[in-house]
């Protein structure tokens, strides 16, 4: 028998109780409930920018009242349209707002974003409190119709209102954009090596976020009547920010708490004749503490426990096992046109050259290993030949086409894949989810389960959380295959691994040409891995090409043993 998600019990519950509000509760406490929902309409807004694609804004109540002002010159000049239409006008309103504010998210990051949304909140703040918003001054309030001057009808508006937009954003979060936004807060470098395109995705967020908030203020005027610039102060941004980071609002639990106390604690407060800054101090604390532990907010801790508990039972490690033919060479490179080229590749910081005149070739259906001791330009290399480092000169050729001044992100579409030294998979993400996000296409089932059965990986629905670290490294080879690939580069991929293990990933290696029609670059220190995975292997040593060919014939090389012994041999 099926377990039944408590989640899914709690929130039918939860849906059922606030559907029930108007016959439970006073006139006064359904208005502030009305006042909850749309409160956590505006935390929602914070949660897709900042919980989900991990931008700091501090401008939500700005969008609010963009929306808020819509309604306003709407109901003031009488436009023959339906509030509730109006209020989508009024959220699609905020958007543009939103991508100006986005714009700098481009560029900057962090604290410094964060300074420049709130300095746009100063700004909007000075302009409403100079003009006000479209019939304060003379008193004409704005009119929802008259069905909805109703308090009870207006409560079901907004209800109805809440759960669709809920419905939408959950959608939203479970597309590969939504998947995109995660992916950027963990890492941009990550998410560009995926093919994720983290210009559009941080855009993006921002546009739904003034979308959300540009809603939340166009329902707050239709339920005040008239609107001040007392509703929108920047200091409300930072109110309903830090509760939204503090419960994890980019989850539907998280955004109705927050609503929740941000409306209720204050009316609790004042009931009990305490001071209301007492409440921005808790709301505060708690955001602080939120991002301090790095592990998102109560509602994100909340559903990462219960799908860890869901796991609970399955396997959480690879399984690498099998045969290992040590005693069989790897294939030779077949002669032709190699699908990734670097020609002469120079780059220098300053004095230093940290690679100077490198040239390498992957072949079609081969594997080839870059081998050196530590500082020898290995990942100079690689950060170079993908795109996420400056070269000074030299050229990079993919399939034949010159990729040279091509992005990472253009790069990892166009075929060319790689790993990392150290974990940049998504934690809070499945296995599933990630190797889906990352082969950004259309995955079937049978093509996940011969993918994740090649590599040994536990089950999809088991959260890259509760992973150990060489697993993990398996995971983001996983989705760097899962995406069919030209190229794939894996950097140091055996890291975390025993040398079982290890041994046994070497092997997989060397079949993934003839089995995903890929070409490798293996980095890797251990000899006796490069020995069972590469074909052919380059050598690198102060950023100069010591030798290439066989694996047999160039690990016995003089000049290799002196690279790695520190014996002193003359180069020719």
């Given at each position: ?414 075929g060319l894949r790689r790993t990392f030294q150290t974990d940049r998979t998504i934690p809070e993400l499945t296995i599933e989810e990630y190797v889906r996000l990352a082969a950004g296409r259309r995955l079937t089932a049978a093509e996940f389960d011969e993918l994740r059965g090649f590599l040994g990986l536990p089950g999809g629905s088991v959260p890259i959380g509760s992973l150990d670290i060489g697993t993990r490294r398996l995971v983001e080879i996983c989705g760097a295959l899962a995406s069919r ?88």
């Open positions: 028998m099926r377990r039944v998600d408590p989640m899914v019990v709690l929130g039918l519950l939860a849906v059922v109780l606030v559907t029930a509000s108007p016959w439970l509760v006073t006139s006064y406490n359904l208005f502030l409930i009305t006042s909850a929902l749309i409160a956590a309409l505006a935390a929602r807004s914070v949660g897709i920018v900042t919980g989900a694609a991990g931008q700091l804004s501090l401008a939500t109540m700005s969008f609010a009242a963009v929306g808020g002002w819509v309604v306003s010159y709407g109901s003031q000049q009488e436009w023959p349209i339906p509030f509730p239409l109006l209020v989508v006008i009024a959220g699609l309103a905020a958007v543009p707002v939103g991508v100006l504010l986005g714009i700098p998210a481009l560029r900057v990051r962090g604290i410094n974003l964060a300074v420049v949304t709130l300095g746009f909140a100063a700004a909007v703040d000075t302009y409403l409190v100079r003009r006000s918003f479209p019939g304060a001054g003379e008193g004409i309030g704005i009119d929802p119709g008259e069905t909805l001057l109703d308090p009870v009808n207006y409560f079901f508006f907004t209800w109805a209102f809440f759960l669709v937009i809920s419905a939408g954003v959950a959608l939203l979060l479970r597309s590969r954009l939504g998947l995109a936004w995660r992916a950027v807060r963990s890492s941009e470098r990550a998410a560009a090596a995926m093919g994720v395109r983290v210009r559009t995705a941080k855009l993006s967020a921002f546009v739904v976020s003034a979308f959300l908030a540009g809603i939340s203020g166009a329902l707050l005027g239709g339920l005040n009547g008239l609107l001040s610039s007392e509703n929108f102060r920047p200091v409300l941004s930072l109110v309903v920010f830090a509760v939204a980071v503090m419960m994890g609002a980019q989850f539907v639990e998280g955004a109705v708490i927050a609503g929740a106390l941000t409306v209720f604690f204050p009316e609790l407060l004042r009931q009990l004749d305490l001071p209301q800054q007492i409440g921005d101090l808790v709301f505060a604390l708690g955001a602080i503490d939120a991002l301090r532990r790095g592990r998102g907010g109560l509602a994100e801790q909340i559903r990462s426990g219960m799908r860890a508990r869901r796991a609970r039972g399955e396997r959480t490690t690879a399984d690498l096992s099998g045969p290992v033919t040590g005693d069989v060479p790897p294939p030779p490179v077949e002669p032709g046109e190699p699908v990734l080229q670097v020609d002469d590749l120079v780059v220098r910081y300053g004095s230093v050259t940290a690679l100077d005149g490198v040239s390498l070739a992957v072949h079609p259906h081969a594997v080839t290993a870059l081998v050196g001791p530590n500082g020898a330009g290995k990942s100079t290399f690689v950060d170079v030949a993908t795109g996420f480092a400056p070269r000074t000169s030299g050229a990079v050729r993919l399939r034949g086409g010159d990729i040279t001044r091509t992005s990472a992100t253009d790069r990892a579409r166009a690939p030209a190229v794939l580069l894996l950097d140091e991929p055996a890291a975390g691994l025993a040398q079982s293990e290890s041994l046994v990933l070497a092997e997989r290696i060397r079949q993934m040409p003839a089995r995903f029609g890929v070409g490798v670059l293996l980095i890797e220190h251990d000899m006796e891995h490069v020995q069972l995975a590469a074909g052919t292997v380059t050598v690198l040593d102060f950023g100069q090409l010591v030798a290439a060919g066989p694996t047999a014939q160039v690990l016995a090389d003089p000049k290799v043993v002196a690279a790695y012994l520190g014996e002193e041999v003359e180069l020719s």
